[in-house]
């Protein structure tokens, strides 16, 4: 496996975090979202990822065990909203009870810190990839 490889199984890694942070923000963003375009309160979004052959990924550059990360798709959580009363929402049903999406904080900011350790070790890989090109770009002088 040379260097130029590692560096892409990386930045793969990389981008599917990224994407992952962005999915959780937007989790998050809309914890108390009542009202969607499609109707009723705002569904948790969680990215499904896939390990991905570099023959897949790399027309002519694939090389044997080598994989990369993909986003298969982002799953939308069809679990039941999760009722509150509030009589005062103007989404209140006749009951008093508002629909409110089934995202819990706690899970949202365990899932960013590990999304965040990933992005981190990713990185770390990157930057220890890079330092070996370097070693051996100077015994090659």
Known sequence: MDFLTSFKVTSSGLAAQRL?????SENVANAQTTRTPEGG?????DPIFAAK???????????AGSTGVSVERIHVD????RMQYDPNH????????VAMPNIDMVTEMVNMMSASRSYE???????????????????GK
């Open 78 to 81: 069809e679990r039941p909203a």
């Open 41 to 45: 309160p705002y569904k948790r979004k």
């Open 121 to 139: 070790s990713n990185v770390t890989v990157l930057n220890a990839s890079k330092a070996m090109a370097m070693k051996a770009l100077e015994i």
């Open 53 to 63: 052959p570099f023959n897949e990924m790399l027309s002519q550059e694939a090389i």
């Open 20 to 24: 992952r942070m962005n999915v959780i």
């Open 90 to 97: 103007p989404d209140a049903n006749a009951d008093g009870y």
